[in-house]
């Protein structure tokens, strides 16, 4: 009887351990599906000019008089640090550096036209 329950708690207990992780894999799938939602708005926006990559993988309004801009930033933002979040601790590295790679990616692969923002600081139109 004892083996059973010692049984029956090593079970729960290795249940509990996984829902995180399977919480988790559901908060990254939701965080995916409304960066994919928004990824069309937020194009615009950077072609427009409203909105530019800095050198830490977040936009950054670069047009106040945009009204949407902000809020879309703001939103993306949230969902960008979830994400480089979640592989800095996967990859046992900081989000910090996980960022600064991703930045370079993106301002890599930028439109023309699109601000990006160096190494150093530095904003220019790609």
């Not at 329950?5 to 249940?15: E, S």
């Not at 069309?40 to 047009?63: C, P, S």
């Not at 996980?98 to 930028?110: D, I, M, Y």
Request: proline content about 2%; glycine content about 4%.
């Amino acid at each position: 009887m004892k083996t059973l329950a010692r049984l029956l708690l090593a079970f729960a207990l290795l249940l509990g351990a996984a829902a995180p992780a399977a919480r988790a894999a559901d908060d990254l799938a939701a965080v995916k599906a409304r960066m994919t939602a928004r990824i069309t708005a937020i194009d615009a926006l950077k072609l427009k000019g409203a909105l530019g990559e800095n050198n830490q993988a977040l936009l950054e309004v670069r047009d106040p008089a945009v009204k949407e801009a902000a809020a879309v930033a703001a939103e993306e933002n949230k969902d960008r640090e979830a994400v480089y979040a979640a592989l800095a601790k996967s990859q046992g590295v900081t989000a910090a550096e996980v960022a600064k790679a991703r930045a370079r990616q993106l301002a890599a692969n930028s439109a023309k036209g699109v601000w990006v923002q160096d190494d150093k600081g530095t904003w220019a139109k790609k």
